[in-house]
């Protein structure tokens, strides 16, 4: 009985801190995923305000950062990664889980022919911030606010 009793705790525990683990490791992949993107964003960021000299290949490395990051995105949004690992998801992002799945869909629409666009400055300066209007428009909507 006391045998049983134990072994039923330490599977009960054992399932607990599993799943603890899990989401706290998904909230951790999504959030390096977007802090990679936020500093890929960066030098275009500063291309932009003509802080830097414009460079080509810093801006195709950067969008194919974005590309790469945000496809993955989506699925890094499980149900048991609402909270924890100090996450600045809120929780309408569960339910609202199409929206938030097609905003991903399109930056990386939006920054795959931004990479066919930005062979200069001009096109550049046209094109990048319609791929980085996506980044602020979801997290006004699905990020908590930065005090
Ligand atoms: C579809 C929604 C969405 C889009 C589009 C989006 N983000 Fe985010 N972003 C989030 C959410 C939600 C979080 C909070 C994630 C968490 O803490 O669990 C976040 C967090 C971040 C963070 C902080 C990561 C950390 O270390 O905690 C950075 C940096 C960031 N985003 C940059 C970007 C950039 C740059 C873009 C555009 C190229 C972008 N994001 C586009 C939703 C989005």
């Avoid at 399109?106 to 990479?115: M, R, Y």
């Amino acid at each position: 009985m006391l045998r049983t009793l134990m072994a039923s705790i330490v599977l009960v525990l054992a399932t607990a801190t599993g799943a603890w683990t899990q989401n706290v490791d998904v909230i951790k992949q999504r959030q390096d995923l977007l802090e990679q993107m936020g500093k890929a964003a960066k030098g275009p960021g500063q291309m932009m305000k003509q802080e830097i000299p414009f460079d080509e290949p810093t801006v195709q490395a950067a969008l194919d950062t974005v590309i790469a990051n945000a496809a993955k995105l989506p699925g890094l949004f499980p149900e048991d990664s609402k909270t924890g690992g100090e996450t600045e998801a809120l929780p309408a992002i569960w339910e609202n889980k199409a929206d938030v799945t097609s905003r991903y869909e399109k930056l990386v629409a939006d920054a795959k022919a931004a990479k066919v666009a930005v062979s200069d400055e001009f096109e550049f300066m046209e094109t990048w911030p319609k791929v980085a209007g996506n980044c602020g428009g979801c997290h006004k909507k699905y990020r908590v606010e930065k005090k």
